[in-house]
């Protein structure tokens, strides 16, 4: 019985883990290192293109009106100035959502399992007993920062993050800030 009570702590602490682990945005940038981003102060917006489940879905108004929006306000806040037909930098984006599916397998639990130096018959068997699985939507935002007088990226960050379909718009502003957070690069 003792054993069943370990078990359902560590499945518990392993599920908040998981909770906890899902619920951030994780955010990668890349940069030209030879561009000057303090010459930059005015941008437009050029469109993006959405994706679901490897489909396009550019019809998707919505979900676009609202990355462009976060995206307005980003670079607003970071002191650029939109300037359509007569900007520095032309912003785009691409997004996309696809279903994922984590496998976990569990230990077996009780006597032969307990827990010690060794690899099989110490603290885990090799062998799993109970297989968990969980499917869930993850979204990605790529945004690309280019130079309209060179058409060379400058700037590009990658967002990831688990989205309800569909994506909420506090969701893709969180995004949107996070990967703007570092913006200007520093040299």
């Known amino acids: 019985m003792r054993g069943r009570r370990w078990l359902g702590l560590w499945a518990g602490a392993l599920w908040c883990a998981t909770l906890v682990g899902c619920a951030t945005v994780s955010v990668a940038t890349d940069y030209d290192h030879h561009v000057d981003f303090s010459s930059y102060h005015t941008f437009q917006l050029v469109g993006g293109h959405l994706i679901h489940e490897g489909i396009a879905d550019d019809n998707n108004t919505l979900v676009k009106d609202r990355i462009e929006s976060a995206l307005r306000a980003a670079l607003q806040a970071k002191g650029l100035q939109e300037s359509p037909g007569n900007a520095q930098i032309d912003v785009g984006f691409y ?22 130096p060794f690899w099989t018959g110490g603290w885990w068997d090799p062998t799993f007993n109970d297989w968990w699985t969980r499917t869930y939507s993850e979204g990605t935002l ?25 994506v909420s718009d506090q969701k893709i502003r969180e995004a949107v800030d996070k990967a703007f957070q570092n913006f200007p690069p520093r040299k």
Not at 108 to 113: T, V
Not at 142 to 162: C, G, S
């Open 142 to 166: 790529i945004i690309d920062l280019v130079d309209t007088h060179t058409k060379r990226l400058i700037w590009r960050a990658y967002a990831q993050a688990e989205i309800q379909v569909p």
């Open 95 to 116: 997004a996309g959502a696809r279903s994922r599916t984590e496998v976990e397998g569990m230990p077996p639990y009780g006597p032969g399992a307990g827990f010690g």
